[in-house]
């Protein structure tokens, strides 16, 4: 059978309904974070950063929240559409060091 | 502006036979980085360069060896494939000013598969 560890998580969201993805970081000593957008078959693709003194940053239809107290970042997309698809993961950085989470897999049901 | 760009997109090898990954970027970044990317993990830093020159071991560098040509350029080689080195292969570049607020720009990837 297959392992567990080769499914990555799935969010399925109805088109022009907002996508909320979490990611959990380990360190606290990160000071930077990132989050990446990968598409089938293409590389990951910078969307939105936030430093460590801040706790919510915005761009166009995403929105970043960043709770240190819990060591949690989520992802908030508005109105999602099916050019939202995507596999989106985090990225925690400690002076050049970056470490990548697996990723959630967003699927936009038209 | 391409941005990063990666030679070959797919591969195919034979246990045993070497290959080269080629990977450029015009952005006039300092630091380089080479990537693999296996299903259900991370991305894992193999190695990087933090500048022309320098070359450094990441986290899986096991099997492979780099060479920083000058700025634009970041090649990884496969001395001898083996099966456990099936996977996609992620460039990417960042400009590294000397802080940590630096954000890694990645290239489309390469395909690599070993028989």
């Known amino acids: 059978g297959e392992s567990v560890g080769l499914h990555l998580p799935t969010l399925s969201v109805q088109e022009g309904d907002n996508s909320i993805i979490n990611c959990a970081y380990s360190?606290?000593?990160?000071?930077?974070f990132i989050w990446y957008k990968q598409e089938s078959g293409k590389g990951p693709q910078f969307i939105i950063d936030?430093?460590?003194?801040?706790d919510k940053r915005q761009g166009q239809r995403v929105t970043v929240l960043l709770n240190k107290t819990v060591k949690h970042l989520s992802l908030q997309i508005a109105a999602t559409q099916p050019g939202d698809s995507a596999v989106y993961f985090c990225?925690?950085?400690?002076?050049?060091?970056?470490?990548f989470g697996i990723g959630t897999k967003l699927q936009v049901i038209p | 502006n391409a941005g990063v760009t990666q030679t070959p997109k797919f591969q195919v090898l034979k246990t045993g036979q070497s290959m080269t990954l080629q990977c450029a970027q015009d952005?006039?970044?300092?630091?380089m980085y080479w990537y693999r990317q296996d299903p259900g993990m991370g991305l894992r830093l193999i190695y990087y360069?933090?500048?022309?020159?320098?070359?450094d071991k990441g986290e899986v560098p096991n099997g492979y060896n780099v060479s920083r040509l000058n700025k634009r350029e970041f090649s990884l080689r496969l001395e001898s494939a083996a099966p456990s080195q099936t996977s996609v292969y992620f460039c990417?570049?960042?400009?590294?000013?000397?802080?940590?607020?630096?954000?890694?720009?990645f290239g489309p990837g390469t395909r690599l598969t070993v028989l």
């Open positions: 990417a570049s960042s400009e590294w000013s000397g802080g940590s607020t630096d954000t890694q720009y």
């Open positions: 360190n606290s000593a990160s000071d930077y």
């Open positions: 936030i430093r460590s003194n801040m």
């Open positions: 990225a925690e950085t400690t002076y050049q060091k970056v470490t």
């Open positions: 952005m006039n970044h300092n630091s």
């Open positions: 360069s933090a500048s022309e020159g320098t070359t």
